[in-house]
């Protein structure tokens, strides 16, 4: 799970988004969400998210990705592989 804030002056969003697509092209478990117009503060968005709203989007990288709406549902609902 990421998030971006596309007006991140501290870590440029596009490293994130290229990193993703990196992910994307090998079917990994992730989904990142951008949200438009925010900064370095996009982790305050992370543990409130509860489904796209105006102004961002999540995207997942495949259907291997569990597409629950809320961030920490998802994030509990994890379990490593043995």
């Not at 804030?5 to 993703?20: C, K």
């Not at 305050?44 to 997942?60: E, H, M, N, V």
């Amino acid at each position: 799970m990421a998030f971006h804030g596309t007006d991140d002056g501290t870590i440029e969003y596009r490293i994130n988004a290229n990193l993703f697509k990196e992910l994307k092209n090998i079917e990994a478990n992730v989904k990142f969400t951008t949200i438009d117009n925010i900064g370095h503060a996009a982790a305050s968005y992370a543990f409130t998210q509860t489904g796209d709203k105006p102004g961002t989007k999540t995207q997942y990288a495949s259907t291997k990705c569990d597409q629950t709406d809320n961030s920490i549902d998802w994030l509990f609902k994890q379990k490593l592989k043995p």
